[in-house]
């Protein structure tokens, strides 16, 4: 004959073995911060890669831009009048759909791009801001073996069409010169 008391003895037992005790409930928030930390590390890596790829494209759409224009009739084989950004939009030429702030690009990082005429309208530069020096560097890498703080070669191994001379500021502008 079962007696009722041990029964709810046993059913009061088996409640308390299906609970979690404080250790086991700690190691699993610790395991969820872990993969959380994990996860975030390589979100920012790839949202990183993502800036540098779309960066890359949108000074490769530009200097294109320019060199197209400097060959055209109009430019006479210089870039005397590519004094900005809006310059190349308002005469046909692809910005590489990168927003207009005022006569300048607005970038992958949302800061600003210039283009202008280095005096005598042989070459043009563009700088291309970037969050941070070491963003800057970063990308300098893809126009040089040497990354730093500044390039004195550019190499077959990266993006051609730009003189020796690229300079990263400690503010993060890269400078380049259109070839």
Do not use: W
């Not at 609970?19 to 975030?40: D, N, P, Q, T």
């Not at 993502?50 to 084989?77: C, H, K, M, P, V």
């Amino acid at each position: 004959m079962n007696h009722p008391s041990k029964s709810r003895r046993a059913v009061f037992a088996a409640a308390r073995q299906r609970g979690y005790s404080l250790l086991e409930m700690s190691l699993a928030v610790g395991a969820i911060a872990i993969i959380a930390v994990i996860a975030f590390v390589a979100f920012t890596d790839t949202q990183s890669s993502a800036n540098q790829t779309r960066a890359l494209n949108e000074i490769n759409t530009l200097a294109a831009s320019a060199r197209q224009y400097r060959s055209s009739f109009d430019g006479g084989g210089l870039y005397t009048n590519v004094t900005n950004v809006k310059f190349l939009d308002d005469n046909g030429y692809s910005i590489g759909g990168m927003a207009l702030n005022g006569n300048n690009g607005v970038n992958a990082y949302g800061l600003s791009v210039t283009l202008a005429t280095v005096t005598g309208g042989g070459d043009a530069t563009i700088v291309y801001t970037t969050p941070s020096q070491e963003d800057c560097v970063a990308l300098m890498g893809l126009f040089t073996d040497a990354p730093g703080t500044t390039a004195t070669t550019a190499t077959a191994n990266h993006v051609s069409g730009f003189k020796p001379g690229a300079v990263c500021s400690t503010a993060g502008a890269l400078t380049l010169i259109i070839e």
